[in-house]
């Protein structure tokens, strides 16, 4: 069975940090890049930072630039979203989904079920 897993949300005051990972099972993530999304209440999905399949490559929406960092160690097959200097505009349902394609693009292949970041004092 193929499964994204992300954990690491919860409650976070702004300025504080959080990590999120996202661990895969069933297959191994060499092949895939992975992009991290999230969704506010209210608003639609959208991509917050994505890493090649070697993590060589990463790119970051604007409004995380400077403040997130994408990685991912390929050996214990997981992803992971640093977040720092959190603003509450970031609260959001985060999810991870993976791509078969080395580089990043769109239309991914396998998401999570997301885990919640509240940013809030």
């Known amino acids: 069975q193929l499964q994204l897993v992300e954990s690491g949300g919860g409650l976070v005051q702004p300025g504080g940090s959080l990590r999120l990972s996202c661990a895969a099972s069933?297959?191994?993530?060499?092949?895939?890049?992975i992009g991290w999304f999230r969704q506010a209440p209210g608003k639609e999905r959208e991509g917050v930072s994505c890493?090649?399949?070697?993590?060589?490559?990463?790119n970051y929406v604007d409004s995380v630039k400077g403040r997130f960092t994408i990685s991912r160690d390929n050996a214990k097959n997981t992803v992971y979203l640093q977040m720092n200097s959190l603003k509450p505009e970031d609260t959001a349902v985060y999810y991870c989904?993976?791509?078969?394609?080395?580089?990043?693009?769109?239309?991914?292949?396998?998401w999570g079920k997301g885990t919640l970041v509240t940013v809030s004092s």
């Open positions: 890493s090649n399949s070697r993590g060589g490559s990463t």
């Open positions: 069933g297959f191994t993530l060499d092949d895939y890049s």
């Open positions: 989904a993976a791509k078969l394609l080395r580089a990043c693009a769109p239309g991914m292949d396998y």
